[in-house]
């Protein structure tokens, strides 16, 4: 059996505080259930949670009420799926302090290696299935992402571990409706680190 992972990242506003990479993992008879019912709600209008949560692209032209009524509805609808979700986040502020010399992609690729092994032996305890993995397209990384995965598949310790696809896939979230949802987790994964170290604290409901 194989299941599913769909994957994204997400960033505070100024791209200066936190950043996460997350994914949501379920067998394909959930994925479908799951597809369905979020292309309903959506209106087949391609989810973007950052724009959804701050009144921006697609939905600028909408009432504030609407648009945050509309995401508390698609975290019900992961929330009361039979899916899963991890997120690696990291403190920005902190990675520059004490690696001044270091690109800050350097996060994008240690949050996504921490979310791709640990999701794909969730996969494995959880389902006892193999996994494959779908993440958003981000241009400036697919070729190294993709060069992280294929050193994690070809990790000689990691033989006795998770069947992996032998190459990740990079697709984009306005026509991949499942990456939109690991697009809702990744921010709320970002977000739950930026409420405790960012200069506003919210409790998210």
Not at 62 to 67: L, Q, V, Y
Not at 84 to 93: N, S, T, V
């Amino acid at each position: 059996m194989i299941v599913s992972v769909f994957g994204d990242d997400s960033a505070d506003e100024t791209r200066q505080r936190v950043f996460a990479v997350a994914g949501v993992i379920a067998e394909e008879k959930e994925w479908e259930r799951l597809e369905g019912v979020w292309v309903e709600r959506t209106g087949g209008i391609p989810f973007h949670a950052t724009d959804c949560d701050s009144d921006q692209g697609n939905y600028k032209d909408r009432p504030h009420k609407d648009n945050k009524e509309l995401y508390k509805d698609l975290v019900q609808i992961l929330v009361n799926s039979k899916a899963y979700g991890f997120g690696a986040c990291l403190d920005l502020a902190g990675f520059r302090e004490f690696y001044p010399d270091l690109s800050q992609d350097m996060c994008y690729y240690k949050a996504f290696w921490e979310t791709v092994r640990t999701l794909a032996h969730f996969a494995k305890d959880r389902f006892h299935a193999g996994v494959k993995f779908i993440f958003d397209s981000r241009t400036e990384s697919n070729y190294n992402a993709g060069m992280i995965y294929n050193t994690i598949t070809n990790d000689s310790a990691n033989n006795a571990g998770p069947e992996m696809f032998d190459e990740i896939t990079f697709a984009s979230h306005v026509k991949q409706t499942r990456i939109q949802a690991g697009d809702l987790y990744a921010r709320e994964v970002m977000k739950h680190l930026d409420n405790m170290i960012g200069p506003v604290q919210r409790t998210r409901k």
